[in-house]
């Protein structure tokens, strides 16, 4: 999966060999350096790190509970 195929702020199951010693993780997509997909990266959640998405093979879309969302740091 490519890049252009991600949505931005989606979460995803992957892995990487280069990345959490190949187990599998989730990722959030992040457009910080960028709108355009050739900027966005792969937040690794946990971690104040960002990776390249070619770095990882995108395994399948995160579904987060609706009764647990998701809130920023900052709120």
């Given at each position: 999966?490519?890049?252009?195929?991600?949505?931005?702020?989606?979460?995803?199951w992957a892995k990487s060999s280069k990345y959490?010693?190949?187990?599998?993780?989730?990722?959030q997509v992040s457009t910080v350096f960028g709108?355009?997909?050739?900027?966005?990266?792969?937040?690794?959640?946990?971690?104040?790190?960002?990776?390249?998405?070619?770095?990882?093979?995108?395994?399948?879309?995160?579904?987060?509970?609706?009764?647990?969302?998701?809130?920023q740091a900052a709120e």
């Amino acid at each position: 999966m490519v890049a252009a195929s991600l949505v931005p702020d989606a979460f995803y199951w992957a892995k990487s060999s280069k990345y959490f010693d190949g187990r599998t993780t989730i990722v959030q997509v992040s457009t910080v350096f960028g709108d355009d997909p050739a900027y966005w990266t792969l937040a690794l959640v946990g971690t104040d790190q960002h990776a390249m998405p070619a770095d990882f093979e995108i395994i399948a879309p995160a579904e987060l509970p609706e009764e647990y969302p998701l809130r920023q740091a900052a709120e």
